[in-house]
């Protein structure tokens, strides 16, 4: 059993910048592959960004809307996985929820723990 928990959410005005940590329960952490995940009023949960270990090293991996500019990041000494995200639009207002999965994050089908999910609001 995994139990992720999301902080960092906030208000901030477009361009600025927001980083989300998500700390992990449990001593398996450095096995799963950690991702966020977000979804906006009235839409679906969409992929963000994931990192996993790849046959040899550690690989990140982003959704089109991240590209770019979101960067995902883990330190397993802190059972933590971050998210910066720079160059912020209103278009990237949503609830951001951490998850981890066995293998690779692309779906949410792929997610075996979800955190409680943390708001981010971009205003003009």
């Known amino acids: 059993q995994v139990h992720l928990v999301e902080s960092g959410g906030g208000l901030v005005h477009t361009g600025g910048s927001l980083t989300l940590s998500c700390a992990a329960s449990?001593?398996?952490?450095?096995?799963?592959?950690m991702g966020w995940f977000r979804q906006a009023p009235g839409k679906e949960r969409e992929f963000v960004a994931a990192?996993?270990?790849?046959?040899?090293?550690?690989?990140?991996y982003y959704g089109d809307s991240a590209k770019g500019r979101f960067t995902i990041s883990r330190d397993n000494a802190k059972n933590t996985v971050y998210l910066q995200m720079n160059s912020l639009m209103r278009e990237d207002t949503a609830v951001y929820y951490c998850?981890?999965?066995?293998?690779?994050?692309?779906?949410?089908?792929?997610?075996?723990?979800w955190g409680q999910g943390t708001q981010v609001t971009v205003s003009s």
């Open positions: 449990g001593r398996t952490f450095s096995t799963y592959t």
């Open positions: 990192i996993g270990w790849i046959t040899i090293g550690w690989s990140a």
């Open positions: 998850a981890a999965g066995a293998t690779v994050l692309r779906a949410t089908r792929d997610v075996n723990y």
